[in-house]
């Protein structure tokens, strides 16, 4: 038996203006056949649990292609079509084969294409035909669609986020490939799209109510017949017709497989007021910081560079600097900054300009000194949000502010998921008073056992928290938050 390996990996921010080129995937990953093994096959990444689960079931797995950009605006039609075109042309070599495993994200948006991930499933069932089962994961943060759930026998989110389990969810993908393929299991996919957006502060999953929902979702599982249940909590920053939450139950009994979905739909639409939260401004926040444990981490949810945030807002470096405090760190992106270093030598002083307000405008020059400029590279081989282990910030850039507080400017927007990102360049983030990271649940997996505190702070900028405060064209209605009064507290 041979099984075909397929994917293409974007999160859309639709309020980014900044579009998603080829060059954006060529400079993050764009791989074929085997480097593709190479890359995850140790990796924390549901290609490595993929792998796993074909060997385990003697089945052979072909790498065609699997492509991934860094969250941001939507993809452009020339690089949605050059990456599809190469996948589907490179597929076609490698046929015949049984099955598909693929890894879409879920949130793809591309400019002509708004549901990206449903559009390059349906065309992959076209070319392999009704009979061959397609498999595979999605991320948490899809905006799951009609066609995604058409045009698979079987989709697997990950359960946890910050996302430990990729690996895991591919590995549970890759059994119910194998099981189809012995005919011990014929899946049927369940899906329903919720009347209700999760507010991303409250998706975290080590904590109420994401953490009761899934382990809802959990005991659910063990049910007779059911073989897995996804709980799809969105990805809010996508002006498209299917931006919110959803449930996915696979089941082999049409029954057994119903149920579960109506009871998890009840639970979430029963509790929705939870899945809303209280977002705090660092204004609120500054007087209290004295007395929280340090290290305190700073999550700076309006320029979330997992979401799509340009990643270069200084504002709460602002801030912080405004109310006095030193002893922090902040990564901030700036590939111009990087470049005026150029000719500058370590622990010179400068006078330098880097990142944005959140409102596009360049930030004050400060007096800084330089402490480090090299090339940005570093893995990460412990299970992180992302499950990736290389990393390459570009070149990149060490200063120190005249208030003693700590800033890497890079050439290339990496999200905060790794402690690499520190350590690798012989920072230790124990030092710190605060750091700042730029996301809002990821980031947390790396920086859990060295912040003793952890706070999300409400910021301005393309990934805000609170989703109201957009003006979305294309959304379904009602939906909660937005619509309030007008969501039912029961499905029949
Ligand atoms: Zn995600």
């Not at 090299?374 to 990393?391: A, C, N, T, Y």
Request: with cysteine; net charge negative.
């Amino acid at each position: 038996m041979k099984v075909a390996l397929l994917g293409i990996v974007h999160e859309s921010n639709t309020f980014v203006k900044e579009l998603t080129t080829l060059d954006h995937f060529r400079k993050s990953r764009w791989l074929f056949g085997n480097d593709i093994i190479n890359e995850y096959k140790h990796a924390f990444h549901e290609i490595g649990g993929m792998i796993e689960a074909m060997d385990e079931a003697g089945i052979e797995i072909v790498p065609v292609m699997y492509a991934e950009a860094t969250p941001g605006g939507m993809v452009t039609t020339e690089a949605y079509e050059q990456l599809t075109e190469k996948m589907f042309s490179s597929l076609q070599q490698a046929l015949p084969v049984d099955g598909c495993l693929v890894v879409p994200h879920g949130a793809g948006v591309c400019e002509t294409y708004p549901d990206l991930d449903g559009q390059w499933l349906t065309k992959l069932r076209e070319i392999v035909g009704s009979s061959m089962p397609i498999i595979g994961t999605i991320d948490p943060h899809a905006n799951v669609s009609k066609l995604m759930i058409e045009s698979t026998n079987a989709l697997v989110a990950y359960k946890t986020n910050p996302h430990i389990d990729q690996r895991s969810a591919g590995k549970e993908a890759g059994k119910l490939m194998a099981d189809f393929l012995s005919k011990k299991n014929k899946p049927l996919q369940f899906f329903s799209s919720l009347p209700l957006a999760i507010s991303i502060e409250q998706q975290f999953s080590e904590k109420d109510p994401c953490k009761a929902l899934l382990n809802l979702a959990k005991e659910i599982g063990t049910r007779e017949h059911i073989l897995s249940t996804s709980i799809v909590l969105g990805f809010p920053y996508a002006d498209v017709k299917e931006m919110g939450s959803s449930v996915i139950v696979i089941s082999n009994d049409e029954t057994a497989g119903k149920e579960a979905l109506l009871d998890l739909e009840n639970y979430i639409i029963s509790n929705k007021e939870l899945f809303n939260g209280v977002k705090e401004d660092i204004s609120q926040l500054l007087g209290s910081l004295d007395e929280c444990k340090k290290p305190i981490l700073l999550l700076d949810m309006g320029d979330n560079v997992g979401g799509g945030g340009p990643g270069d807002s200084t504002y709460l470096l602002d801030a912080l600097e405004d109310a006095g405090k030193e002893n922090t760190f902040i990564c901030v992106y700036d590939p111009k900054a990087v470049e005026s270093l150029r000719n500058s030598q370590e622990g010179e002083e400068i006078e330098l300009a880097f990142g944005m307000n959140p409102h596009g405008n360049l930030t004050r020059p400060r007096l800084v000194t330089l402490l480090f400029k090299g090339s940005g590279v570093f893995d990460e081989l412990k299970p992180r949000h992302g499950g990736q282990i290389h990393f390459d910030m570009g070149d990149m850039a060490i200063v120190k502010t005249i208030q003693s507080n700590v800033v890497m400017l890079t050439s290339l927007r990496v999200p905060p998921y790794s402690l690499q990102q520190l350590l690798a360049f012989g920072i230790d983030p124990m030092k710190f008073d605060a750091i700042v990271a730029k996301g809002v649940n990821a980031p947390i997996a790396a920086y859990t056992g060295v912040c003793e505190t952890m706070i999300q702070v409400n910021t301005p900028g393309l990934t805000q928290a609170d989703m109201t405060k957009f003006h979305y064209e294309n959304r379904r209605i009602p939906l909660f938050p937005f619509e309030q009064d007008k969501i039912s507290t029961h499905v029949d």
